[in-house]
């Protein structure tokens, strides 16, 4: 069972990004999916959810209108469109599969927003 997170790196400010979340050895069906990030020195935060059961995805104040989540159930991939880009978005972004009792984490990809 593994999340691998892709598409992480370095922008400028109001750049875009595209991160990529894929699921092995298991199906996202039945599990909701989210990205969380963890800034230097700050406790990690929920960014954005998406699950089959709730048609409704959720977005952190902080980013919405700027991110958008999306899935791909045929290849098992969950993405996080990241547009207007700002110096504050930059952490380490992790991707996560939720399921009481489940909970899988990705190794996290980082992202910075710097010129």
């Known amino acids: 069972v593994q999340l691998v997170e892709s598409g992480g790196g370095l922008v400028q400010p109001g750049g875009s990004l595209r991160l990529s979340c894929v699921a092995s050895?298991?199906?996202?069906?039945?599990?909701?999916i989210a990205w969380f990030r963890q800034a230097p020195g700050k406790e990690r935060e929920g960014v954005s959810c998406i699950s089959d059961n709730d048609p409704s995805s959720y977005y952190a104040n902080s980013v919405k209108g700027r991110f958008t989540i999306s899935s791909d159930s045929a290849k098992n991939m969950v993405y996080l469109q990241m547009n207007s880009l700002k110096p504050e978005d930059t952490a380490v972004y992790y991707c996560?599969?939720?399921?009481?009792?489940?909970?899988?984490w990705g190794q996290g990809t980082q992202v910075t927003v710097s010129s």
């Open positions: 050895g298991f199906s996202f069906d039945d599990y909701a």
């Open positions: 996560n599969a939720h399921r009481l009792p489940i909970d899988y």
